[in-house]
């Protein structure tokens, strides 16, 4: 019934920039609190940023004063600006949404298939 599609991932080079995006669709009530998730091969998936319905950011320590979390609600999307990029932010990035389907009125996670950011030395 939902569906989290990624867009904006590549390559670039180290100090460049990239902009993601996410787009929620499909039978939504109501979208709580979203966030961007990373994974690299063999790593365990990690929060980059998060962002609430009152646009409380939070970053991880690797990316903060970097990166830029953003949300447009009457676009379901979320964004995330990255700059000065580095060889380590390369990762398969997620998008994550705790959303409420007019199917089932409980807040439930819902992920993105993900979008692949790869940052050349």
């Known amino acids: 019934q939902v569906s989290l599609v990624e867009s904006g991932g590549g390559l670039v080079q180290a100090g460049g920039s990239l902009s993601v995006s996410c787009v929620a669709s499909?039978?939504?009530?109501?979208?709580?609190?979203m966030g961007w998730y990373r994974q690299a091969p063999g790593k365990q998936r990690e929060l980059v940023a998060s962002?609430?319905?009152?646009?409380?950011?939070n970053y991880s320590d690797s990316v903060k004063g970097r990166f830029t979390i953003s949300r447009d609600n009457a676009a379901n999307t979320v964004y995330l600006q990255m700059n000065s990029l580095e060889p380590g932010d390369t990762a398969v990035y997620y998008c994550?949404?705790?959303?409420?389907?007019?199917?089932?009125?409980?807040?439930?996670?819902?992920w993105g298939q993900g979008t692949q950011v790869t940052v050349s030395s």
């Open positions: 994550n949404a705790r959303i409420k389907t007019t199917g089932w009125r409980a807040f439930r996670d819902y």
């Open positions: 962002i609430t319905t009152g646009t409380i950011t």
């Open positions: 499909g039978n939504i009530l109501s979208i709580d609190d």
